[in-house]
């Protein structure tokens, strides 16, 4: 009579060899690329696509230039290719959700009167600070690698002033541009200047070369008009934007604080938006 | 003599009683979507052991010179790695075969 001991190895060794076999197959067929029964993959039929977007439903946050004024072809109107990836959209969408840090304060100012128990505040005025964005903007492919070109360059060139004797707008400061996002009553067309651009570019990460001069098929995603690579782009960085919201005088004359809490001037109008 | 079996490729071959008579192949269904497979090392003469992978029997190994007679006319040596063949589906194989 066989003891417990013998059994459970039997059993163990049955087992094994059962599921030897089993991964081997799975093995060979994995490494062939085949699915048993010989059944064409799901994934080889299958094709990605993007869910529809317009501007009412894109919450995505996005810095663009305003939509009326000339500032439109100094950035975007010339023969250069950089900004070329940024051309649509006229400014630059976060790939992926950043984190957005929104302060708003009230100033009050104290009054200690002399003996008293409660000082007294007296309002002073109220004030939108800055607005801190931070976002992840990985690199895939070539055509990430030229938007990530573009959008330093685009943040760059955003936090200088007009100057050179060649430009019409010589001498005006740094543009106002448009924050947008989530929506109505959030991030509406706010207007806003770049005061600080930071970008990490980090040591371990790869490189992705890229030119902005190619051009790239949007169904099949192939490279036309290869040319030497002049520029690299890490797969992941992080980008750091501070923000100013900005109402120019003009503007804060329509100001109206019933307008305001019923969320009509929010920039649902294609107006600028107050927050 | 005999009967084959239905897995075998001489099940629709008449024969009598002591030979067989003109081989009479059997049909195989031929998809749009069958699947292309570029024979590699791993199957490399071997048209069994790939049978058994995704049949789950050897006794198939025939039916690869049967869907590709224009790739494969030695079901054993001309299945070597780099011939791009096509691959019958299982379903097609149980309904053409009755197996």
């Given at each position: ?8 190895n039997s059993v163990t060794n049955v087992s094994k060899s059962v599921g030897g076999v089993f991964s081997n197959v799975a093995e060979r067929l994995n490494r062939s690329g085949l699915f048993p029964g010989a059944q064409p993959s799901q994934s080889l ?195 750091n934007l501070i923000v100013q919201p900005i109402y120019s005088r003009e503007s804060t004359k329509n100001f109206s604080i019933t307008k305001f809490i019923n969320g009509e001037i929010s920039g649902n109008t294609n107006t600028r938006g107050f927050i | ?79 070597y790695p780099g011939n791009v063949i096509q691959l019958p589906k299982m379903s097609n194989l149980r309904s053409d075969l009755g197996i």
């Amino acid at each position: 009579m066989a003891d417990l001991g013998s059994i459970i190895n039997s059993v163990t060794n049955v087992s094994k060899s059962v599921g030897g076999v089993f991964s081997n197959v799975a093995e060979r067929l994995n490494r062939s690329g085949l699915f048993p029964g010989a059944q064409p993959s799901q994934s080889l039929t299958a094709r990605a696509q993007w869910s529809v977007r317009d501007n009412a439903t894109d919450f995505r946050v996005k810095i663009t230039l305003p939509p009326e004024g000339t500032l439109k072809a100094t950035y975007f109107g010339g023969s250069s290719e950089i900004l070329a990836p940024l051309e649509p959209e006229k400014g630059v969408i976060f790939p992926l959700t950043p984190s957005i840090v929104l302060t708003h304060s009230a100033s009050y100012q104290e009054l200690a009167t002399t003996h008293s128990n409660y000082p007294f505040y007296a309002y002073s005025h109220t004030d939108v600070p800055t607005i801190n964005i931070t976002g992840d903007f990985p690199v895939q492919n070539y055509q990430d690698a030229q938007y990530w070109v573009g959008m330093v360059h685009f943040f760059r060139s955003v936090t200088k002033m007009f100057f050179g004797a060649d430009n019409a707008n010589r001498g005006n400061p740094p543009p106002i541009l448009w924050l947008k996002g989530y929506g109505d009553y959030v991030f509406n067309n706010v207007p806003v200047v770049v005061k600080n651009f930071s970008v990490t570019m980090g040591q371990d990460v790869d490189y992705i070369s890229t030119s902005q001069n190619n051009s790239v098929n949007a169904v099949n995603f192939e490279v036309t008009n290869k040319q030497e690579s002049s520029s690299w782009a890490p797969a992941m960085s992080t980008v750091n934007l501070i923000v100013q919201p900005i109402y120019s005088r003009e503007s804060t004359k329509n100001f109206s604080i019933t307008k305001f809490i019923n969320g009509e001037i929010s920039g649902n109008t294609n107006t600028r938006g107050f927050i | 003599m005999a009967a084959y079996s239905q897995t075998s490729p001489y099940y629709n071959t008449p024969q009598n009683k002591i030979s067989m008579d003109i081989f009479v192949p059997r049909a195989i269904t031929a998809e749009l979507d069958d699947v292309t497979y570029t024979i590699d090392r791993i199957y490399a003469y071997r048209p069994d052991l790939l049978s058994y992978d995704l049949y789950g029997t050897p006794r198939l190994w025939w039916v690869f010179a049967q869907r590709n007679p224009n790739r494969i006319e030695d079901p054993i040596y001309d299945f070597y790695p780099g011939n791009v063949i096509q691959l019958p589906k299982m379903s097609n194989l149980r309904s053409d075969l009755g197996i």
